[in-house]
């Protein structure tokens, strides 16, 4: 009976490792929907108002979005803009995304995952 423990803690240790090993790419996964997620126009509809390298057509009523680690080092602040800028700035054009359920919080990750590597 003493092997079952054994098992279990080599099985747990195997699967924690296989999850560190695999964590490089789920995290370049997350930046590419992210980036995807920014660029579609049906979705996050980023370049409607933002200059942002790599997309088409942007608009120019928000700001470029460029050395965003750099100006929101703490990613829940950059989070909590494109969930509900309006709690932070009332007068702001920008859509409350999470508030009115445009993007979901797993989605909002994805895309501030993709906007902190600009």
């Not at 964590?23 to 980036?35: K, R, Y």
């Not at 920008?94 to 909002?108: A, D, H, S, W």
């Amino acid at each position: 009976m003493t092997a079952y423990p054994r098992k279990s803690a080599l099985l747990l240790a195997l699967v924690a490792l296989a999850g560190l090993a695999a964590h490089p790419a789920w995290a370049q996964s997350t930046v590419a929907e992210g980036q995807k997620l920014a660029f579609d126009r049906g979705k996050g509809n980023c370049l409607t108002c933002h200059v942002i390298k790599g997309g088409d057509l942007p608009g120019t009523i928000g700001p470029e979005l460029k050395d965003l680690k750099a100006k929101y080092p703490d990613r829940s602040e950059l989070a909590a803009i494109l969930f509900d800028e309006t709690k932070r700035n009332p007068q702001t054009m920008m859509p409350p995304f999470g508030r009115n359920r445009i993007l979901t919080e797993q989605e909002i990750d994805a895309i501030v995952d993709f906007l902190q590597t600009l």
